[in-house]
């Protein structure tokens, strides 16, 4: 059985590019003059770059601006998007995906360690998790402002563990994108994948399980969270 268990925040806990991220960005795009606006078919292919930072930066450059003024507009982008981010969060924008909550009073009751490993920057995702789920529900919180390689890298789920002090094998993921997937699965954690609809079309081989929601995750009573919910 395992111990603990390291979820992912963007597209898992909440789904945070359909009701955050994407609408951030383009409010950034129009508080700065640009001609630029993602739709969700865009942006859902621009997914693929994880980090917000990145992602911008890759965009910008596809759109002619040189490596450099693409890397200093995408920095300055990406503060004002995230102070967006932030006050969305802090005002209650953005919900705890459905039968979420229950899963992780099973997983406490039953006595499992809870962790998060991320790429979204601390400053919105703390204030994020305070909001939904109290300051003490994760024990361990490592986001992308503290790992430089980012997912599909194993980096960030790498050092949950070290700090958890377990051993991969003692440990489940909770993904939601074939890029999590892979990040999880290179630092030996099985993992589990609950899809949204930007991600239920990706590629999920490898994953110990697929499920399209946590009600379905947690109806699953042979599957791979259940050992631990006993
Ligand atoms: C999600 C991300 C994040 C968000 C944006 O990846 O790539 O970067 O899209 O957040 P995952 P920031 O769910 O695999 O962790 O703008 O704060 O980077
Ligand atoms: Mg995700």
Not at 65 to 79: K, M
Not at 135 to 145: A, I, K, Q, S, Y
Not at 158 to 173: C, D, F
Not at 201 to 209: E, I, P, S
Request: hydrophobic share 40%.
């Amino acid at each position: 059985p395992f111990a603990a268990v390291v979820f992912d925040v963007d597209g898992t806990l909440v789904d945070s590019e359909r009701d955050g991220h994407r609408p951030s960005f383009n409010a950034a795009f129009a508080a700065n003059q640009l001609p630029y606006s993602w739709d969700v078919g865009e942006y859902g292919r621009l997914l693929d770059i994880t980090g917000g930072r990145r992602r911008l930066a890759a965009y910008l450059e596809s759109r002619g601006h040189d490596a450099s003024e693409a890397a200093d507009l995408a920095a300055r982008l990406h503060r004002d998007k995230t102070e967006r981010m932030r006050d969305l969060v802090t005002n209650g924008g953005i919900a705890a995906r459905p039968g979420l909550r229950e899963l992780l009073r099973e997983l406490t009751s039953a006595g499992v360690r809870l962790a998060v490993a991320t790429t979204g920057t601390r400053e919105w995702v703390e204030p994020l998790l305070d909001r939904l789920f109290g300051p003490d529900l994760f024990e361990e919180v490592v986001t992308g402002t503290e790992i430089r390689a980012l997912k599909p890298d194993p980096a960030v789920y790498l050092e949950v563990l070290r700090r958890l002090g377990l051993p991969a094998s003692r440990a489940v993921a909770v993904e939601d994108s074939a890029n999590g997937l892979r990040a999880a699965v290179a630092a030996g954690l099985s993992c589990v994948v609950v899809t949204n609809d930007y991600t239920r079309r990706q590629n999920f081989t490898g994953a110990a399980a697929v499920y399209p929601g946590f009600a379905a995750c947690r109806a699953d009573h042979g599957g791979p969270l259940s050992a631990g919910i006993g």
